[in-house]
């Protein structure tokens, strides 16, 4: 038996059984002449007591017809129904059956032993090393959670404690500013009431003469001076800045259950600049080489001469994030600027991360940097990044780049953003692309 074939397969009749008869033909003086089977019925154990009769010829089934599966005489093969048609006595046929039920029952038998043999070896085994694995992966959980957390509280209390000690200062100096003015004001009223009296109560001649008086009066209330409120009396935003809290604070944010994604985020088709190519699905930015022949339809949205565009979502409230693929670009920006920004020109107004409304992370000529208002603070980055995120938490007023592959924060600023934001980007070189 083909030992590729499935194990109950066997029992179709299509199988071919060894010694498949001729069709028995007549023999004279006798009658048909009736094959002997090598086995007998009780042998074979396909019947038992009185044998079966054919209904047609009433002769003994003692025949099996392989064309229509079932029993049948020698007339039948003969002269009947099954006339050439493949027909094999019965012993041949309960012999062959028999022969494929046994190599069944083997491929059973070794199927069971090699279930057997997995159920004892390789699953036991997988159940031993899952233990140790699942002990190992918990220690590891515990050991990174509690580093985390030790971490964090001695952060916690370290921001804690210079945020109380910035208070106090400030109290302090807020203190000793009341006393001081306090007590100017009480000069103040003092000096003006000795020269109402003076005024009221003084005899022309002798005012007219008091001259040395009247200035010193004057040259005292002169001398209190105005008010100046000072940065010393405001609480200091630095005190509670921390690169690990901010670090974690961004990856719970962007890798977190609640992670923000602005995931319909594209580029606005009106603002594309004329030296920029956009593509059919509005994600990815081309820079052209050489400008186009003919001009885009004038629009007051579009940059007419930098090769800026703007993105499609305006933030003023919630939490927002965005990833850039810039790997194919070796000069771009990536930023936020208010919806205010001008379009038109080739100066500083609309030249991204040149004003005080947009803020960039620029890389240009292998440099990275973060420019704002013409300033530019140079970035380490110790491998280029092919993807840079842009994390935009408008509760706390703050713009955070980084790198999503690492996670690593390439740059944070916090600032009093005072108008809608809208993603901003500029590319001089080959495309950088949305990535949702």
């Known amino acids: 038996m083909d030992c590729e074939q499935p194990i109950f397969s066997v029992l179709s009749g299509d199988v071919k059984e060894a010694g498949d008869a001729a069709v028995p033909s007549s023999c004279g003086g006798g009658g048909p002449a009736s094959p002997t089977a090598t086995t007998s019925d009780t042998e074979s154990g396909i019947f038992s007591g009185e044998c079966e009769l054919c209904v047609e010829h009433e002769s003994e089934l003692d025949w099996f017809c392989g064309t229509e599966q079932k029993l049948i005489c020698s007339h039948c093969a003969i002269v009947g129904s099954c006339h050439g048609h493949t027909v094999t006595p019965l012993a041949t046929r309960v012999t062959a059956v028999r022969n494929q039920l046994v190599d069944v029952c083997e491929k059973i038998q070794l199927q069971a032993l090699r279930i057997e043999k997995f159920i004892d070896q390789t699953l036991t085994v997988k159940e031993q090393k899952l233990q140790g694995a699942a002990s190992r992966a918990r220690e590891q959980v515990l050991a990174q959670v509690s580093a985390a957390r030790e971490a964090l509280e001695e952060e916690e209390q370290r921001l804690l404690e210079e945020v109380q000690r910035e208070e106090e200062r400030v109290e302090q100096c807020l203190l000793t500013q009341r006393a001081h003015w306090n007590q100017a004001l009480a000069n ?18 002798q005012l007219a003469t008091n001259v040395q008086d009247i200035a010193e009066r004057v040259e005292e209330a002169e001398g209190v001076g105005e008010p100046c409120d000072t940065d010393q009396l ?15 604070w961004a990856t ?19 603002t594309v600049s004329p030296l920029l190519s956009l593509s059919n699905d509005l994600c990815t930015l081309t820079f052209l080489h050489k400008k186009p022949r003919q001009s885009p339809p004038y629009d007051p949205a579009r940059f007419d001469c930098w090769p800026n565009v703007l993105g499609s979502l305006s933030m003023s409230s919630g939490t927002h994030s965005w990833v850039v693929d810039v790997g ?11 919806a205010s920004l001008e379009r038109k020109g080739s100066g500083n107004e609309a030249r991204l991360g040149y004003n005080a409304q947009s803020w960039v992370l620029s890389h240009y000529d292998g440099d990275y940097s973060f420019c704002h208002a013409e300033k530019k603070v140079p970035l380490k980055v110790v491998k280029t990044p092919q993807r840079i995120g842009l994390l935009l938490d408008w509760p706390s007023q703050t713009l955070l780049f980084y790198e999503p592959d690492s996670g690593a924060v390439l740059y944070s600023v916090t600032q009093h953003f005072s108008a809608p934001l809208l993603p901003a980007f500029a590319v001089t070189d080959r495309s950088i692309t949305i990535l949702h």
């Open 188 to 205: 103040l009223s003092q000096t003006r009431s000795r020269l109402v009296h003076m005024l009221t109560h003084t005899p022309d001649a």
């Open 234 to 248: 405001n609480l200091n935003p630095g005190c509670s800045d921390s690169k690990l809290l901010r670090s974690l």
């Open 252 to 270: 719970a944010v962007l890798l977190g259950p609640n992670a923000y994604g602005s995931s319909y985020l594209k580029f606005d088709e009106r």
């Open 328 to 338: 194919q670009s070796g000069a771009f920006k990536v930023g936020v600027c208010y």
